[in-house]
């Protein structure tokens, strides 16, 4: 008999825990696991994607709302004539003011929580794939023999409500996160759960990789200007401000470049005034959200990722198995990914910096090629990884 797995997510947005969940589900073996996944959000860049083995629930109307724009979602609710769903919106419209986190951790949590949908069947597995709500749904509203809960970043740089995760820890049988540096800030803020952390890194497929960096001309209209491309949503965390501030610096020395990015978030019209504001709608060009950023990123003539922190990167990992060259700011968890000097080049968190090992790469070809080739002789592809994860779902 199959065991009864489910995985929860709000959504497949564009975010490197999506891609990575929608890598398992593409690699999950059928023949030995049913499984069901909740998305609270039928919507993202990877949700088209997901295999048609799996059975996805959610997606609500209610919730969408709820979660959206606050008068559209009261004047929606007071349609339906769901009075207190409208009340319980005004309510949650005012948590951002309350100043105390685990405080505002909890409304929040508790609103949401009553417009998601109630799950009756019982599983062999269930895993919450991201950090927060979806983990607090699998211990909090699943019935499953086992409970897993991930935790994709540095949870120091998370700003978690303690409070809220020893609880979604105490619950859970295994926490599972993607890096060894990850697993030391969980035995650093947890130490008393130490027996449930374990590593399951996110899984790179290069063959697959290669092929899909091929499928298309990613930039037809190059000249012979160096090509630089950046995947990371406009968010604090990705820290794409500083890939703006490079850009100019680097165009002010005098250099011939493109910088691509690739993804979008809610500092989408910050990032464009900053771009304008040093006139560079020429040289730091937004490409938008793509589901498949691989053609872009394997056809660039250097990869740069300004991340404040990361868990372990997947754009990262997609660049080194496309063997580009790599510069990527000195974030903690970095140091599992890179070997500076060696299969990438590691540069301090400011412009100045960041743009002195550009020029090194943009004038020295011959360094670019050593990079890539000590890539080409490094293992990337790890998709046994999957095999962690069946023995913690339990076989």
């Given at each position: 008999?199959k065991?009864?797995?489910?995985?929860?997510?709000?959504?497949?947005?564009?975010?490197?825990?999506?891609?990575?969940?929608?890598?398992?589900?593409?690699?999950?073996?059928?023949e030995?696991?049913?499984?069901?996944?909740?998305?609270?959000?039928?919507?993202?860049?990877?949700?088209?994607?997901?295999p048609?083995?799996?059975?996805v629930?959610?997606?609500?109307a209610?919730?969408?709302?709820?979660?959206?724009?606050?008068?559209?979602?009261v004047?929606?609710?007071?349609?339906?004539?769901?009075?207190?769903?409208?009340?319980?919106?005004?309510?949650?419209?005012?948590?951002?003011?309350?100043?105390?986190?685990?405080?505002?951790?909890e409304?929040?949590?508790k609103y949401l929580?009553?417009?998601?949908?109630?799950?009756?069947?019982?599983y062999?597995?269930?895993?919450?794939?991201?950090?927060?709500?979806?983990?607090?749904?699998v211990?909090?509203?699943?019935?499953?023999?086992r409970?897993?809960?991930?935790?994709?970043?540095?949870?120091e740089?998370?700003?978690?409500?303690?409070?809220?995760?020893?609880?979604?820890?105490?619950?859970?049988?295994?926490?599972?996160?993607?890096?060894?540096?990850?697993?030391?800030?969980?035995?650093?803020?947890?130490p008393?759960?130490?027996t449930?952390?374990?590593?399951?890194?996110?899984?790179?497929?290069?063959?697959?990789?290669?092929?899909?960096?091929k499928k298309?001309?990613?930039?037809?209209?190059?000249?012979?200007?160096?090509?630089?491309c950046?995947?990371g949503?406009?968010?604090?965390q990705?820290?794409?401000?500083?890939?703006?501030?490079?850009?100019d610096e680097?165009?002010?020395?005098?250099?011939?470049?493109?910088?691509?990015?690739?993804?979008?978030?809610?500092?989408?019209?910050?990032?464009?005034?900053?771009?304008?504001?040093?006139?560079?709608?020429?040289?730091?060009i937004?490409?938008?959200?793509?589901?498949?950023?691989?053609?872009?990123?394997?056809?660039?003539?250097?990869?740069?990722?300004?991340?404040?922190f990361e868990?372990?990167?997947?754009?990262?990992?997609e660049?080194?198995?496309?063997l580009?060259?790599?510069?990527v700011?000195?974030?903690?968890?970095?140091?599992?990914?890179?070997n500076?000097?060696?299969?990438g080049i590691?540069?301090?968190?400011?412009?100045?910096?960041?743009?002195?090992?550009l020029?090194?790469?943009?004038?020295d070809?011959?360094?670019?090629?050593?990079?890539?080739?000590?890539?080409?002789?490094?293992k990337?592809?790890?998709?046994?990884?999957?095999?962690?994860?069946?023995?913690?779902?339990?076989?």
């Open positions: 008999m065991k009864q797995i489910l995985f929860v997510i709000p959504s497949m947005r564009g975010g490197g825990a999506e891609k990575s969940l929608l890598t398992v589900l593409t690699l999950f073996d059928y030995k696991y049913d499984v069901d996944l909740l998305c609270f959000r039928h919507d993202g860049l990877f949700f088209e994607k997901i048609d083995q799996v059975n629930l959610g997606g609500s209610d919730y969408e709302m709820f979660d959206g724009n606050a008068v559209s979602a004047k929606y609710f007071l349609k339906k004539g769901k009075l207190f769903s409208a009340i319980d919106r005004l309510k949650y419209s005012k948590i951002s003011e309350v100043t105390d986190s685990h405080i505002r951790e409304m929040q949590w929580k009553k417009q998601l949908p109630k799950i009756e069947k019982s062999d597995c269930a895993i919450g794939y991201l950090e927060g709500n979806a983990n607090r749904f211990t909090e509203k699943v019935n499953a023999k409970k897993l809960c991930y935790i994709h970043n540095d949870i740089k998370l700003g978690f409500d303690k409070i809220s995760y020893e609880k979604t820890f105490q619950a859970a049988d295994k926490i599972i996160t993607v890096s060894e540096e990850c697993k030391n800030s969980l035995l650093k803020n947890f008393e759960h130490k449930k952390f374990e590593i399951v890194e996110n899984i790179t497929g290069q063959k697959i990789l290669i092929e899909e960096s298309i001309n990613a930039y037809p209209d190059r000249g012979n200007e160096i090509i630089i950046t995947v949503r406009f968010s604090p990705k820290n794409i401000s500083l890939a703006v501030d490079c850009c680097l165009v002010k020395r005098g250099r011939n470049i493109k910088w691509y990015h690739i993804g979008t978030g809610e500092l989408k019209a910050q990032i464009e005034k900053q771009i304008e504001s040093c006139g560079l709608e020429k040289n730091f937004l490409l938008g959200a793509k589901s498949e950023p691989y053609p872009y990123i394997g056809q660039c003539d250097i990869y740069v990722q300004p991340s404040l868990g372990k990167s997947i754009a990262i990992d660049a080194k198995a496309l580009r060259p790599i510069v700011t000195d974030f903690p968890t970095i140091f599992d990914q890179i500076d000097g060696v299969d590691i540069c301090h968190m400011d412009k100045d910096d960041m743009a002195d090992k020029d090194l790469l943009i004038d070809k011959n360094e670019r090629t050593k990079l890539s080739n000590n890539l080409a002789g490094e990337v592809s790890n998709e046994e990884e999957i095999f962690k994860l069946y023995g913690l779902i339990g076989e």
